[in-house]
């Protein structure tokens, strides 16, 4: 999948610095510290940084040894930003490569990530709706959630088992059936209606 968030923010050095930040929105990071984690040039991260302070969505915060810097939780484009870098940042693009290659109809996200409530300790919840079993569709995703430091927990179910869990009333289903999701395979409301209208 192309880096959609390059694509939108015009360059390679933004999207990064960006997505670090808004991903990692309870820290400050000093210039150096900033380009080594978003593994960008300090030179261009400094005149990007100039820029997003001056524009508010960036704090600058004296401080010794250096100024440190953190989005700021208080500007309005947070929290559009935040959903934005959630569904085309580099977590979503790996795990929609790992989705791709399995033996599924469905694969998407549910949970506190889907939804834009997760904080840096939170997992990420992946449903697999396919003959592969939950052993299997955990271990593929591990790799990444390695990575990124998250906890992948996979719950994995056959269609059928899907369709009877759509017509059932258990709160968990209800509420990945009507909660915010991220599609990385497929799309959950042509599987859900189908599955949940099946004879």
């Known amino acids: 999948m192309p880096d959609a968030?390059?694509?939108?923010?015009?360059?390679?050095?933004?999207?990064?610095?960006?997505?670090?930040?808004?991903?990692?929105?309870?820290?400050?990071?000093?210039?150096?510290?900033?380009?080594?984690?978003?593994?960008t040039d300090p030179g261009n991260t400094s005149k990007l940084l100039a820029t997003l302070v001056e524009s508010g969505l960036v704090l600058a915060v004296p401080g010794?040894?250096?100024?440190?810097?953190a989005i700021n939780p208080h500007s309005p484009l947070v929290p559009p930003l935040r959903q934005l870098v959630i569904r085309a940042g580099a977590l979503m693009n790996e795990l929609r490569a790992v989705a791709a290659s399995l033996d599924a109809e469905y694969v998407g996200?549910?949970?506190?990530?889907?939804?834009?409530?997760?904080?840096?300790d939170s997992d990420v919840d992946v449903l697999v709706v396919g003959e592969l079993g939950v052993v299997a569709a955990q271990t593929a995703f591990k790799a990444v959630g390695r990575k990124h430091g998250k906890s992948v927990n996979v719950v994995a179910v056959?269609?059928?088992?899907?369709?009877?869990?759509?017509?059932?009333?258990?709160?968990?289903?209800?509420?990945?059936?009507?909660?915010?999701?991220?599609?990385?395979?497929?799309?959950?409301?042509?599987?859900?209606?189908?599955?949940?209208?099946?004879?």
């Not at 996200?109 to 997760?118: F, I, L, P």
């Not at 909660?179 to 395979?185: A, E, Q, T, Y």
Request: glycine share 8%; net charge neutral.
């Open 5 to 39: 968030l390059k694509i939108l923010f015009g360059s390679q050095t933004k999207a990064r610095v960006l997505e670090l930040l808004v991903s990692r929105s309870t820290e400050s990071f000093h210039l150096r510290g900033l380009a080594q984690a978003a593994g």
């Open 64 to 69: 010794q040894p250096s100024t440190r810097y």
């Open 158 to 199: 056959s269609a059928a088992t899907l369709s009877d869990c759509l017509r059932g009333d258990s709160a968990f289903w209800a509420s990945v059936a009507n909660s915010p999701r991220i599609d990385l395979k497929g799309a959950w409301n042509d599987v859900a209606q189908r599955e949940a209208t099946a004879d």
């Open 109 to 120: 996200v549910y949970g506190s990530v889907a939804a834009g409530t997760d904080d840096a």
